[in-house]
């Protein structure tokens, strides 16, 4: 749960910069972070995903069998572009605290327009990864961190 409650600090560092609040950590088979990123999609570029960052970091610099040994954690369940990104460079598990029908759900509650880009399970874009999801015990923070990034006080 450490790395979950780590994803979500991210996940508001983001927000205190001004970005949406999604923060994601890459572990090593010995439990050792290697790399943690949050969004950066403030900046104009939508492909900045702490997710994709990650899968980019590891094709760089680790070899395949340390990729599918690893463990990606976040705060939200993969977009199709992380998903593909995460099954093209071969990274391993992936756990997450909220779903993206959960995000979907609190978005349309707070009257927020469907993203341009349709939301898919992970597993549905990488079949053979072993995703496990929503973990239960952080999502009302997480909830909370999209509450206030749309402005709903």
């Known amino acids: 749960m450490s790395h979950l409650r780590r994803c979500v600090e991210l996940a508001a560092r ?10 994601s950590v890459l572990v090593a088979a010995d439990g050792a972070v290697l790399f943690e990123d949050h969004n950066h999609v ?25 990729r599918a040994a690893a463990t990606v954690y976040t705060s939200g ?16 598990r992936i756990v997450y605290v909220s779903s993206s029908q959960q995000l979907a759900t609190w978005l349309a509650e707070l009257g927020v327009p ?5 939301t898919l399970p992970i597993n549905d874009v990488v079949p053979g990864v ?16 999209h509450r206030r990034f749309h402005g709903r006080d």
């Not at 998903?83 to 391993?92: I, R, S």
């Not at 469907?114 to 349709?118: E, F, H, I, L, N």
């Not at 072993?130 to 961190?145: Q, T």
């Open 42 to 66: 403030a900046s104009g570029d939508h492909t900045r995903h702490p997710e994709f960052e990650l899968a980019r970091w590891s094709a760089a610099h680790l070899t395949p069998e340390e």
């Open 130 to 145: 072993v995703v496990e999801g929503p973990v239960p015990g952080l999502d009302d923070e997480v909830r909370e961190l």
């Open 114 to 118: 469907a993203p341009p880009v349709r």
């Open 14 to 23: 983001a927000l205190t910069v001004g970005d949406e609040p999604f923060g």
């Open 77 to 92: 369940e993969h977009c199709p572009m992380c998903a593909a990104a995460h099954g093209w460079v071969g990274l391993g």
